[in-house]
Nanobody
Framework: VQLQASGGGLVQPGGSLRLSCQAS????????MGWYRQAPGKQREPVAG???????NVVDSVKGRFTISRDNAKNTVYLQMNSLKPEDTAVYYC???????????????WGQGTLVTVSS
């Protein structure tokens, strides 16, 4: 099982980006999915999460600007980021609790990270 993140890049302040993260492999079921970020010199922090039923939550610093969603048919989670600020600059990682074939229960998986740079 792998998580493949994409969609990062360089954007000007006030701009938008959409991150995607797709799980692949032999998967029985995916529970919660989410996004974390790690800015230079800082610890990794949670940004947004979504349950298998579609309940969402985002950290206060991105409320009203970032939206998390998922497509269960595609095993994919998205992060729509609007009104981006320089302080949003970070490597963004996706995370999912996945029940792989051959396992006895869910395990956490991480994507490889995608860099988002907000700068003029």
């Amino acid at each position: 099982v792998q998580l493949q993140a994409s969609g990062g890049g360089l954007v000007q302040p006030g701009g938008s980006l959409r991150l995607s993260c797709q799980a692949s492999g032999t998967i029985i079921r995916i529970d919660s999915m989410g996004w974390y970020r790690q800015a230079p010199g800082k610890q990794r922090e949670p940004v947004a999460g979504i349950t298998s039923g579609g309940n969402t939550n985002v950290v206060d610093s991105v409320k009203g600007r970032f939206t998390i969603s998922r497509d269960n048919a595609k095993n994919t989670v998205y992060l729509q980021m609007n009104s981006l600020k320089p302080e949003d600059t970070a490597v963004y990682y996706c995370n999912a609790d996945i029940f792989p074939s051959g396992s006895i229960w869910y395990r956490p998986f991480w994507g490889q990270g995608t860099l988002v740079t907000v700068s003029s």
